[in-house]
């Protein structure tokens, strides 16, 4: 892909943003048979794309706030994806514990809308529940008190494993898509945005690269782009940061999730189910500053425990988290409120003078549609021939008619029968990374190989989730991958100790 960037050539769309809209747009653009380059500063997901709160939802919270419109297209995009993506995405059931008796009716009938409105799609059909069936399903729930609850469905996925495969897809569509590549500069011929300027971060080597639109697609970053066209832009961008904490299954011993519909500041927390442990979340917390590794605020982490507590029948302490993670929302500014959490979900287009095309907001849910809606704003923008959308049956890399959960290497789908051949080839690579995990020594060369891992932090956060999942065990095997990762790209010592020594000091920000 980097000697096709070479190519002296204009490309019909540059997209600059590898996560989930990012990818979206390159998928969508290549399936139109646009030509089209993706370039990612970082890895593919490392920013908000990989620390969801592993939801596939149409967003209980925002038929609350009214907005049917946002919560019909997401219904819509849940169920498109859990057929395209199967071997990422899942059916789970919900519980929302009810305290009071009118609430248990109040949040039923919100949800049943929330039934009507997935239509065709629908996951599966909203009870009113018992007492005693809320802590037969929650065995872990708070007694006292308990009124009963609503059961529902909703979607679960991985975020960072499907945004792998989305580029995969891409590339298999004719899309050219590079990690590791920053763009420094836009390009400009009569006042029209004309290319990009960029440099990649792993040898160094600059490009100008001539296009006929340029999409901006870079989450919380995009005002970082749009100043480049214009130093004086007042930036689109109202950042709010989501705190998750991750705990070991012992804790919330259930396959149903728990939905706690009101916190202190009139959010929903969720405690769901996720690779054999629970994630715990979300905070919406306003921030002034946009970093690659956001860090969690002490209240955020105790806001998450205190409000998880009030709904379990013992409690956990901040000793017992395995990992935490932030994310940045990239909310779009309104000059009316200071408060994040009312903000919308919604995503925004807006096409400058100079023809850049900039997309912010949205949800992972819903990156397909946002995908569909720049190109045809971008087509429009390059003059291009405008084509249709096909992507609402596009299978996604890995799909498979079948998938069985138990096999430890399900979530790769079609690609796990090749992985395993390795493993039996090479029984060296058969080996467990960790007792304690089901992650082979062959995923970490299949996810060099591949699917673009680059640093051991690539492997450990994205491909394999371990820094997610519990970050002491993600630091103690981190020499072993790097080596194995070194072996396999022909690294030295040198680099080697560098990966370890740059992850390690990542993780520390995935700890209590």
């Known amino acids: 892909m980097i000697a096709r960037l070479r190519e002296d050539k204009i490309w019909d769309l540059i997209v600059i943003g590898g996560g989930a809209t990012g990818l979206g747009i390159a998928i969508d653009a290549a399936s139109r048979g646009y030509s089209i380059l993706l370039l990612e500063k970082f890895d593919f997901a490392k920013g908000s794309s990989s620390r969801s709160t592993k939801l596939v939802h149409g967003g209980v919270r925002y038929l609350e706030q009214g907005n049917i419109k946002l919560v019909r297209e997401a219904l819509r995009e849940r169920g498109l994806l859990l057929k395209n ?138 005002d970082d782009v749009l100043r480049m066209e214009d130093p004086e832009s007042p930036g689109m961008v109202a950042p709010s940061q989501g705190v998750h904490i991750v705990l070991d299954k012992k804790f919330f011993p259930s396959e149903t999730a728990l939905m706690i519909p009101k916190t202190a500041d009139g959010r929903v927390l969720f405690a769901v189910p996720w690779h054999n442990r629970v994630v715990v979340g979300t905070t919406d917390t306003p921030v002034d500053e946009i970093l690659p590794e956001p860090l969690p605020f002490r209240e955020e982490i105790s806001f998450i425990i205190y409000h998880f507590n009030k709904y379990l029948s013992s409690d956990i302490r901040e000793s017992d988290i395995l990992s935490i993670f932030t994310g940045l929302r990239p909310l779009v500014k309104s000059s009316n409120t200071g408060n994040t959490s009312i903000l919308s979900r919604d995503h925004t287009i807006v096409v400058s003078s100079g023809g850049l095309v900039t997309i912010t907001g949205g949800k992972w849910t819903t990156y397909r549609k946002m995908a569909k809606d720049a190109v045809d704003n971008a087509a429009f923008v390059a003059k291009l021939e405008l084509k249709p959308c096909t992507t609402d049956k596009l299978k996604i890399h890995g799909w498979v008619e079948q998938t069985d959960e138990s096999d430890p290497l399900h979530l790769y789908g079609s690609d796990a029968a090749q992985i395993r051949n390795m493993a039996d080839a090479d029984p060296s690579l058969a080996g467990k990374l960790h007792p304690d995990f089901p992650f082979i020594r062959a995923e970490v060369v299949w996810a060099v190989r591949k699917e673009m891992a680059m640093t051991l932090e690539d492997v450990l956060a994205r491909r394999l989730r371990l820094l997610f999942l519990d970050t002491r065990i993600a630091m103690e095997i981190a020499p072993d991958v790097a080596h194995i990762m070194a072996i396999e790209m022909g690294r030295d010592e040198r680099w080697e100790n560098l990966q370890i020594e740059n992850f390690i000091q990542t993780a520390h920000g995935y700890l209590p």
């Open 85 to 222: 993506a199967p071997h990422l995405t899942r059916k789970q059931a919900f519980i929302v514990p009810s305290y009071s008796w009118w609430r248990k009716w109040y949040y039923g009938i919100g949800l049943k809308l929330y039934d009507l409105l997935a239509g065709k799609l629908g996951l599966g059909k909203t009870e009113i529940l018992s007492a005693a069936t809320v802590l037969q399903r929650l065995p872990v729930a708070e007694k006292k008190g308990l009124a009963g609850g609503v059961g529902y469905f909703d979607g679960q996925f991985d975020d960072a494993r499907l945004a792998i495969n989305l580029a995969q897809t891409a590339v298999e569509q004719g899309a050219v898509v590079l990690n590791y590549m920053s763009v420094s500069g836009l390009l400009k011929e009569n006042k029209k945005i004309s290319g990009v300027v960029l440099m990649d971060m792993l040898d160094g080597v600059p490009y100008s690269i001539r296009s006929k639109a340029v999409i901006n697609a870079t989450g919380v970053f995009v």
